[in-house]
């Protein structure tokens, strides 16, 4: 199953890149994985995926799309994925997981960002970190 999903989310992500505002294939293949399979699995490779920086076009692109899914795993694993991976080295993938906590809002995942904006050393991104913030107050 995960072989499969892998392989439909790259065939997705190379057919048409994922664009801001944009309705993807993409979410609607995690959709189906999370509703016809083992939700923790799923969630578990979602999780390893969206932090592989050997990958990062496919991590970012996987972590983006997640982040458009209403109620995906519960607050504790947005929260945690948010801010793993906004302490890698790929800027791709720190980009993602702000778009994802910007949609997935809440408090916790505010609170990781009011922390993680001091070491964030890319001042655009430090800069979108801190409007995110003040929209999630």
Same mark, same amino acid.
């Given at each position: 199953?995960?072989?499969?999903?892998?392989?439909?989310?790259? %065939?997705?992500?190379?057919?048409?890149?994922?664009?801001?505002?944009?309705?993807?294939?993409?979410?609607?293949?995690?959709?189906? %994985?999370?509703?016809?399979?083992?939700?923790?699995?799923?969630?578990?490779?979602?999780?390893?995926?969206?932090?592989?920086?050997?990958?990062?076009?496919?991590?970012?692109?996987?972590?983006?799309?997640?982040?458009?899914?209403?109620?995906?795993?519960?607050?504790?694993?947005?929260?945690?994925?948010?801010?793993?991976?906004?302490?890698?080295?790929?800027?791709?993938?720190?980009? %993602?997981?702000?778009?994802?906590?910007?949609?997935?809002?809440?408090?916790?995942?505010?609170?990781?960002?009011?922390?993680?904006?001091?070491?964030?050393?890319?001042?655009?991104?430090?800069?979108?970190?801190?409007?995110?913030?003040?929209?999630?107050?």
């Amino acid at each position: 199953m995960i072989a499969k999903l892998r392989d439909s989310l790259y %065939a997705s992500f190379e057919a048409q890149p994922l664009q801001d505002g944009i309705d993807h294939s993409a979410e609607e293949i995690i959709k189906e %994985a999370m509703e016809f399979s083992d939700h923790a699995r799923i969630l578990d490779w979602f999780y390893s995926v969206c932090l592989d920086v050997d990958t990062p076009t496919f991590s970012s692109s996987l972590l983006r799309c997640l982040g458009r899914q209403t109620g995906l795993g519960t607050e504790f694993w947005r929260s945690r994925l948010v801010s793993e991976a906004l302490t890698t080295d790929n800027v791709l993938i720190r980009d %993602a997981a702000l778009q994802a906590a910007e949609f997935w809002g809440g408090s916790k995942i505010r609170q990781i960002l009011e922390i993680k904006v001091q070491t964030e050393p890319l001042h655009w991104l430090r800069g979108n970190m801190l409007d995110v913030i003040e929209d999630l107050r």
